[in-house]
């Protein structure tokens, strides 16, 4: 039986849990010969997603909608959270180890989002969902914003894909990842400590560290 201490512990050790799809009452656990990280000091801020950022026709929230933002990450015709694993990040959360960042539009209708766990100064995350042009891309932005302030080293991406690499993710051998992760969890980093920023803010720190 999976609980909150072994996850914690698998994630420690650079392992994490899958299901083959949401009905599955099994998990399988993955460490990826290759794993997706983002270089928190490169993340790519592109014209249009500038432009988005700029716009400002939203709001950003930290841990408001927990259960909507996984909700709606398992909302798709293959998954691989299932029951189990939903119920378990519910729990986590409970206990400040996974958080959620959500993004609204300015009728409050949840539009972005994304969320993962937290160990140390290492940020593992999950999923992400976005029901507008660019929604999971401004929560990206002001997730790895969050990520820096809150003194994080580590931005566990678990696998690449295209739009991540868009967005600067890369692949890194499984043993650099787990140097790097022994070494980020034995940090204190704070990611519920560090305000929302305005949209001026993650594009002037952004242009800083890139």
């Known amino acids: 039986m999976l ?6 512990n698998a994630y420690a050790n650079g392992i994490f849990p899958m299901a083959e799809h949401q009905d599955e009452t099994e998990v399988f656990w993955v460490d990826p010969r290759q794993r997706g990280v ?20 939203y709001t950003v929230s930290v841990d408001t909608d927990f259960a909507g933002v996984v909700a709606a990450c398992a909302d798709r015709p293959t998954t691989w959270i299932n029951r189990e694993l939903l119920g378990l990040y519910d729990e986590l959360h409970a206990l ?52 820096v302030q809150g003194g994080f080293t580590l931005f566990d ?30 940090r204190h980093a704070d990611f519920t400590g560090p305000k929302v920023p ?11 560290t890139s």
Do not use: C, W
């Open 38 to 57: 983002f270089v928190l000091d490169r993340f790519h801020i592109s014209r249009s997603l500038a432009r988005a950022v700029r716009r400002g026709d």
């Open 157 to 186: 991406t678990q696998f690449t894909t295209p739009h991540l690499i868009s967005l600067g993710a890369q692949d890194i051998p499984r043993a650099q990842y787990h140097r790097e992760l022994a070494q980020a969890i034995k």
């Open 198 to 208: 305005d949209p001026q803010g993650v594009l002037q720190r952004n242009a800083q």
């Open 3 to 8: 609980t909150p201490a072994l996850l914690l």
């Open 96 to 147: 400040g180890h996974a958080h959620s960042l959500e993004v609204h539009d300015l009728d409050g209708a949840l539009i972005g989002g994304v969320f993962g766990l937290t160990i140390g100064g290492a940020f593992f995350g999950e999923s992400m969902f976005s029901r507008r042009a660019n929604g999971s891309k401004i929560a990206l932005a002001y997730l790895v914003d969050r990520l």
